[in-house]
């Protein structure tokens, strides 16, 4: 089962969170049926934002976002994770696939790219407006970005592993997943920083030592003469959980105009909203499509929806349509 271990190393000065997220993330590309390029993408990402989750939040009701887009032909990969376990993540171009590198080795870095940005989003709910923050792309690998994120944005120097490791074949079975995030805190001596770096450069793969031994293990390793303490008394369990519902999918058809629902009725019988966050896919009858009845306004020029009765706004009074027109909202 996913599960994920915090600890400190070093008399509180090295923190230490580590995942075993083998699990959800075959879950996850499965669902979203990737390549294996683009699924180890995925997977590291899905990683990445359970460990930014506890490295960065502390409200149980928090969330955060992790999100890469460096010009690749994956066309940029995002996740979605909280302190309670739960995340979900998708890629835009799920079934690309590029050569390995010259050492083997997938070429994550290329299909994600470099030319863009690493951004993180911590979203304050139910209070407080979403905090954003990013840095450039170092790598397109994703570790190393993450690295490179903490230190630009948090003045933390940090070693991040990530991986996703397959079984041999050319379709995307995760034989292990998981990433571990290693922390100097203030007052960590430089003696204690070489010997971890010394320890993370033995260490190897994350993922083939993962399959090999426990996370718990692997931690001990990595933290080899710091005297780990382990904070989690019972493993966290992790899991893919979207938050998409029918509710969700049926706000989702509002965008459209009476207009373009009454056409897909008529043609479909019904729609078919398919959510992005993990490919579920639910089928809306034409009763429920024609319950959406709000009062709401439309842009006169291209019917895009501007406001909805009830729903935050699309839009604010203003700004200019997508098709240029300027926005007029009721009082």
Excluded at 44 to 57: D, K
Excluded at 89 to 110: A, I, M, N, S
Aim: glycine share 12%.
């Amino acid at each position: 089962m996913a599960h994920l271990l915090r600890g400190l190393a070093a008399n509180g000065s090295i923190r230490v969170v580590a995942a075993d997220t083998t699990d959800l993330v075959a879950e996850a590309l499965q669902r979203h049926g990737t390549s294996l390029t683009a699924g180890a993408a995925l997977g590291r990402t899905l990683t990445g934002a359970l460990l930014l989750s506890h490295v960065l939040l502390e409200n149980q009701r928090d969330r955060v976002t992790l999100r890469l887009d460096g010009g690749g032909p994956l066309g940029g990969v995002i996740a979605d994770a909280g302190l309670d376990g739960s995340v979900r993540g998708y890629v835009r171009q799920p079934l690309t696939e590029l050569p390995p590198r010259h050492d083997g080795k997938l070429d994550v870095g290329g299909a994600v790219g470099r030319d863009g940005e690493i951004e993180v989003i911590r979203s304050h709910a139910p209070y407080g407006d979403p905090y954003a923050s990013s840095v450039r792309l170092h790598s397109g690998e994703i570790a190393e970005d993450l690295s490179g994120f903490l230190y630009a944005s948090e003045q933390i120097p940090s070693a991040v592993l990530l991986g996703v490791a397959f079984e041999p074949g050319r379709e995307a079975r995760v034989r292990a997943a998981g990433g571990v995030v290693l922390q100097a805190l203030p007052g960590a001596e430089s003696g204690v920083l070489t010997l971890l770096e010394a320890n993370v450069r033995a260490f190897g793969q994350f993922t083939e030592r993962l399959a090999a031994t426990s996370l718990l293990q692997a931690m001990e390793e990595l933290t080899w003469g710091l005297e780990l303490e382990v904070l989690t008394r019972d493993a966290l369990p992790l899991a893919f959980r979207c938050r998409c519902s029918e509710d969700k999918a049926l706000e989702a058809l509002a965008y459209f105009s009476p207009g373009e629902r009454e056409q897909m009725i008529r043609e479909e019988g019904g729609a078919e909203v398919v959510c992005h966050w993990c490919g579920e896919a639910r089928w809306l009858e034409p009763e429920r499509i024609r319950a959406l009845t709000r009062p709401e306004l439309r842009c006169p020029e291209c019917e895009a929806l501007w406001y909805r009765e009830g729903v935050t706004s699309m839009v604010r009074d203003g700004e200019r349509c997508a098709c240029g027109r300027p926005v007029e909202l009721p009082a």
